[in-house]
């Protein structure tokens, strides 16, 4: 079945620094990805959606230069948490599907972030 | 914009029972309702979905019916087995185009089967 990769697993960083989260999709091309946040025992708030070779389209309260989102190819895409902070620590995930299948959606397995 | 509610929270059920999880939906455009299972530290993981012309889909001890009139869908788990311990989440979408098949989903169903 169709796989999406995430990456890496867990990162851990300090105040200021930047932090970049890779998402692939392994057997198929996708168009459009898209972002997620995931408080602890919290549902999934989508962050934006990630289009290759355009702009992402960010969700409402979600600051655009904070999280910038690079979709450079139909397999890759990727989020880059810029100027971290404490409160930017979360499980961000990623999931893609395919353009001519439609869905399903296919998850990555996300990514802990904790910044210190 | 669309908004799902899910219910219950919580679902402690002992193995060998069934276990039933709500959802209703606010946007009658939404046609497209994946189901979820997400495991502690991992991303979620699709165990079944149903499009609006479709009433019921069975995949051996999972389905999931849909009524379009009353705006919910409620996922079914029979027999259940202490590895079906796991959040569930259900989403809605409209499935046309690249952005539409955005998710939007429920708050999650914590699933505890107890041996």
């Known amino acids: 079945g169709a796989v999406v990769s995430q990456h890496p697993s867990r990162v851990i960083c300090k105040s200021g620094t930047s932090v970049k989260i890779e998402c692939r999709s392994l057997?198929?091309?996708?168009?459009?990805m898209f972002w997620y946040r995931q408080f602890p025992k919290k549902s999934l708030m989508l962050m934006a959606t990630s289009n290759e070779g355009s702009k992402a389209t960010y969700e409402q309260g979600v600051e655009k230069d904070k999280f910038l989102i690079n979709h450079a190819s139909l397999t890759l895409s990727t989020l880059t948490v810029t100027s971290a902070h404490p409160e930017d620590s979360s499980f961000y995930i990623c999931?893609?599907?395919?353009?001519?299948?439609?869905?399903?959606?296919?998850f990555g397995n996300g990514t802990r972030l904790t910044v210190t | 914009g669309e908004n799902v509610e899910q219910h219950p929270s919580t679902l402690s059920v002992q193995e060998g029972d069934s276990a039933v999880i709500k959802c209703t939906y606010s946007?009658?455009?939404?046609?497209?309702f994946p189901w979820y299972k997400q495991e502690l530290g991992k991303g979620p993981q699709l165990i079944i979905d149903?499009?609006?012309?479709?009433g019921e889909k069975k995949d051996q001890r999972i389905a999931v019916t849909l009524n379009k009139t009353a705006k919910h869908f409620s996922l079914h788990i029979t027999e259940t087995q202490p590895e079906d311990s796991a959040v569930y989440f259900c989403?809605?979408?409209?499935?046309?185009?690249?952005?539409?098949?955005?998710?939007?989903f429920g708050k999650g169903t914590l699933l505890t089967v107890n041996p």
């Open positions: 057997d198929f091309q996708a168009t459009t």
């Open positions: 999931s893609a599907r395919s353009p001519w299948t439609g869905p399903p959606l296919h």
């Open positions: 149903i499009r609006s012309n479709v």
């Open positions: 946007d009658s455009a939404s046609n497209y």
């Open positions: 989403a809605a979408s409209r499935g046309s185009g690249g952005s539409n098949y955005k998710l939007t």
